[in-house]
């Protein structure tokens, strides 16, 4: 039978955090922990908590002002340099030294930010369906539509941003318009068609409707600066690259250049896996992160693998 314990994690700033750790009685090899893409809460893993928990430990947590977390109480922050500090805090609040360390979209960017900052702490990285830096420049594979977009969005949510949060929750949480928006985004390709859940996608669509428009801005817009690419080469964790040949948020061609760059990385190419394969092929995901993890020997001491 699995535990789960949550604990409160007080971040750089002084925000609340959330985060729980999942196991079962047996778990014992090194924890996994999850980071979440912009927007999104814990719920995008509980695939990874079912698959794996029974073996290893298994983090899930929220940023700053998403989920469970509160509010920021600096907005100015909301880095991906302080969100690789708050995922240190994380596994020091849960006894951890060193983790396999999960990015889903802008996560990817926490992922390396973290291996580079605490490269002693990353037993092993997958960083999935996102880019080493500024997204905002790639989004669609139309950067003058996306940036156009995210400067209009940023400009709304920073003059009105609570009249843009009352329409933005009464919008996604209409009854009526809760089905069309399931539509569009399985015909639009932003999900797959048949593969994407109406249980995860409507999670998903829950916390978004009371999600913060200015929290999203402000974190997009450092996300949107942030590159790890110059400093990948330096990056030795065994690293699981995964990319959804449908991801049309980030090309694949962005997953391929980060599996060049990083110096001992693999890449798993989703076949017609969307933006949201993390939930749509998560027993493919487990494959691949299953045998690099005995590959790489990732479950043994710090050194044990190189003196082998």
Not at 104 to 112: A, E
Not at 267 to 289: D, F, K, N, T, W
Request: proline share 6%; hydrophobic share 40%.
């Amino acid at each position: 039978m699995r535990t789960r314990s949550e604990r409160s994690v007080i971040a750089g700033d002084g925000t609340r955090l959330y985060a729980r750790e999942t196991r079962g009685p047996e778990a014992s090899g090194v924890p996994i922990i999850c980071n979440n893409g912009i927007g999104v809460a814990t719920n995008f893993w509980h695939y990874v908590e079912e698959q794996f928990s029974p073996t290893r430990p298994v983090i899930a947590w929220d940023y700053r002002g998403h989920g469970e977390s509160e509010y920021p109480r600096d907005l100015d922050d909301l880095t991906m340099e302080s969100m690789a500090d708050d995922m240190a805090r994380v596994l020091d609040v849960f006894g951890h030294e060193r983790a396999i360390v999960l990015g889903h979209s802008m996560g990817c960017q926490v992922v390396y930010e973290f291996a580079n900052r605490h490269p002693e702490r990353a037993a092993m990285l997958v960083p999935m369906l996102g880019t080493t830096g500024r997204p905002v420049h790639t989004f669609l594979n139309m950067e003058l539509t996306s940036l156009a977009g995210f400067f209009i969005g940023h400009a709304l949510a920073t003059r009105i941003p609570h009249f843009l949060a009352d329409g933005q929750r009464k919008l996604i949480g209409s009854r009526r318009v809760r089905p069309l928006l399931r539509r569009l985004a399985r015909l639009s390709r932003l999900v797959h068609p048949e593969r994407m859940q109406d249980y995860d996608l409507n999670r998903y669509l829950d916390h978004f409707a009371g999600f913060s428009p200015l929290v999203f801005f402000r974190m997009a817009e450092r996300m949107a600066s942030h590159d790890a690419a110059p400093y990948l080469d330096r990056i030795k964790a065994p690293t699981l690259v995964v990319a959804g040949e449908w991801d049309l948020f980030t090309p694949i061609y962005k997953s391929e250049e980060a599996a060049r760059l990083l110096p001992n990385a693999e890449l798993l190419v989703l076949a017609e896996g969307s933006h949201a394969a993390l939930v749509e092929q998560p027993e493919v995901i487990r494959e691949a992160m299953q045998d690099m993890i005995e590959a790489q020997g990732v479950d043994q001491a710090p050194g044990a693998v190189q003196a082998a």
